[in-house]
């Protein structure tokens, strides 16, 4: 194996010193060594030389992968981002550095030689296996004559990442500063071996089938919010998460009055997530709420592991449930749409597609080109999507024509529409107890108690912060609800924040321009309820009737309310039917 050195950042430099350079990359230490004290006066000498600190990347081996003329965070290693590690495992490489004192001593009183934060942070974030600090003494170019003891390499001091936090709260331990012959006796195996038991130790046995993603959960507990209504939101995402087919290890939250411009979280506690995507084997993390194009790709930077937001975690489970040509087209849009204005970079800068003087050139960027076809493809499912529009409004013009009022399943996902569908009408449509189980609208006539027809359309459940992009693209599918006679709110009764799923459902209801429409609200699985909670709960929504699908209660009394609602909204239709 053959070291590099960052040639980017050793411009300038002489003949003399590059050959320095190169002959480090020629030395070897000692497998159970963190340092040796010939490797430590070749580092501190060759630094003070050329005036800037040195950072040497040392793997397991001894051997010395790379040297850097700054410090460790400045170092760009491709061996550190592609070694992934597991739970309870360090990345296999430290990096022992070098740090000038400013224009005196470093035994000066005064001069800081603590570890800066930023090499903290590549410690954890990199998960390495040890930092090692050399503070240069200047005093040590003058021990030329034989039997002066003063050494360039003055002293040292040594940093590993901890299996949790200490008692200050910090995910790291700084050893007591120490001599580099000290440093020498240090065991760098039995250190190493010793860490990753205790990591090993602390992680939790998750159970993971093939092809399943470990995720890490993050949000914002931003000022006046109820940091129960944040363990919620969680919950919630947990569950979109499980339906996606990932499996959740671990959550993170931090209080902060507004996203960062450019990590969402502070800088600090990026990097503890950095090191918690490491320590839990995670290789997804899911933020609730949407990021920005910047955001996005710093986290991912940082992270080193895949980075999706809300808004991406609900397309991802639209495109496993769509089943229909029409679901996949509406779900391929929706997808395109929220990634379109992501594509941003140096594309309009490097444009080379105007006219005149300077403009001629190797024609469109990938980034570009990129663009022109998501848009084409775009401009492809929209005229598809009004195809689709206009296959529905020929369906309803039927129906209208037929006299058959249409009533409107509607309501959080997960509150039971398709269960109830399938009782009522003796239908089969899939059901399963996750969100958005079903996606595609489907459509049953059934028969109220005056023997006359209603058709009931069961239409895909709403969420709260539910993307705009997908209810853009799903408009032909929603407009069910726009244009129905008759809103059926399907309400999950035993769901603990079932209020807020109310109140959510409403949002998306004002959004359509159906907010206004006729409603009955359908207070499902009481039998799962206390009846006390149920009595409250039929006092705080509008037309309410206590059913439970599964256990077919309360069908007949939500038949006779549809019956009432539509005689009385539908009086015409009423009379052609009788």
């Known amino acids: 194996m053959h070291g590099k050195i960052d040639l980017a950042r050793a411009k300038g430099l ?78 296999g490489h430290r990096i022992i550095h070098t740090k000038l004192a400013q224009g005196a001593s470093s035994k000066k009183a005064g001069a800081d030689l603590s570890i800066s934060k930023e090499n903290l942070q590549c410690l954890a974030r990199n998960r390495l296996d040890l930092l090692a600090q050399i503070a240069v003494d200047e005093r040590g170019n003058f021990s030329k004559s034989r039997g002066e003891q003063s050494r360039l390499a003055d002293s040292v001091q040594i940093v590993h990442l901890l299996p949790g936090r200490d008692s200050e709260g910090r995910l790291w331990k700084v050893l007591p500063t120490c001599t580099a012959r000290m440093a020498q006796e240090e065991d760098f195996e039995e250190l190493i071996q010793s860490l990753e038991n205790e990591f090993k130790s602390r992680v939790p046995g998750l159970p993971v089938a093939d092809g399943e993603e470990r995720a890490i959960l993050v949000d914002l507990i931003s000022e006046g919010t109820d940091p129960w209504q944040v363990e919620d939101d969680l919950d919630e995402l947990a ?22 411009p450019r990590f969402f979280l502070g800088s600090g506690k990026v990097q503890e997530l950095a090191l918690a995507a490491q320590e839990m084997g995670a290789n997804l993390v899911v933020f609730d709420q949407e990021l920005t194009a910047l955001q996005h790709t710093s986290l991912e930077g940082v992270l080193g592991v895949k980075v999706l937001d809300r808004t991406e975690l609900i ?17 391929e849009l929706a997808q395109l749409q929220y990634l379109y204005p992501r594509l941003v970079g140096k594309g309009d800068r490097l444009s080379r597609l105007g006219g005149g003087i300077g403009t001629r050139g190797p024609g469109e960027t990938k980034l570009e080109i990129d663009r022109r076809r998501i848009r084409e493809r775009i401009n492809t499912l929209e005229k ?17 024509d037929e006299n058959i009022p249409v009533i409107a399943l509607t309501g959080y996902t997960n509150s039971g529409k398709s269960t109830l569908l399938n009782a009522v009408t003796k239908s089969h449509v899939f059901v399963e107890n996750k969100l958005f189980a079903t ?41 069910e609800v726009f244009v129905a006679d008759v809103l059926l709110h399907v309400v999950d009764s035993s769901h603990p924040n079932v209020i807020e799923q109310i109140s959510s459902v409403y949002d998306v209801l004002s959004e359509l321009g159906a907010v206004d429409k006729p409603i009955i609200t359908v207070l499902n699985k009481a039998d799962l309820v206390r009846k006390e909670d149920i009595l409250w709960l ?13 256990e077919r209660l309360g069908l007949g009394a939500m038949l006779k309310s549809i019956q009432d609602m539509v005689q009385e909204v539908c009086p015409q239709r009423k009379r052609d039917t009788a």
Do not use: M, Y
Not at 239 to 260: E, F, I, K, N, Y
Not at 315 to 331: H, M, N, P, S
């Open 239 to 260: 569950l979109l998460a499980r339906t996606a087919g990932a499996t959740v290890c671990s959550r993170l939250t931090q209080a902060r009055s507004q996203p960062d």
């Open 439 to 479: 996606l595609d609208p489907t459509t049953r006539r059934t028969t109220l108690p005056d023997h006359s027809s209603v058709l009931l359309c069961d239409t895909v459940g709403f969420i709260k912060k539910l993307p705009t992009s997908l209810i853009a693209a799903f408009k032909a599918t929603l407009e």
């Open 384 to 400: 598809e999507t009004r195809r689709i529009k206009s296959n529905r409004d020929t369906q309803r013009r039927r129906r209208i």
């Open 538 to 550: 039929v006092s705080q929504v509008p037309n309410p009737v206590v059913v439970s699908a599964t």
């Open 14 to 91: 002489k003949k003399s010193e590059l050959n320095q350079l190169n002959r480090l990359l020629q030395r070897r230490i000692p497998t159970d060594k963190v340092v040796t004290i010939d490797f430590a006066e070749s580092v501190a000498e060759i630094s003070q030389n050329i005036g800037q600190a040195l950072s040497v990347v040392v793997n397991r081996r001894g051997q010395i992968v790379n040297v850097t003329l700054g410090q460790p965070w400045q170092v760009n290693v491709p061996e550190l981002r592609q070694v992934r590690v597991g739970p309870g495992r360090l990345c």
């Open 315 to 331: 397309l991802d489970i639209f495109a496993q449930r769509a089943q229909t040509r029409e679901g996949k087209l509406q779900v």
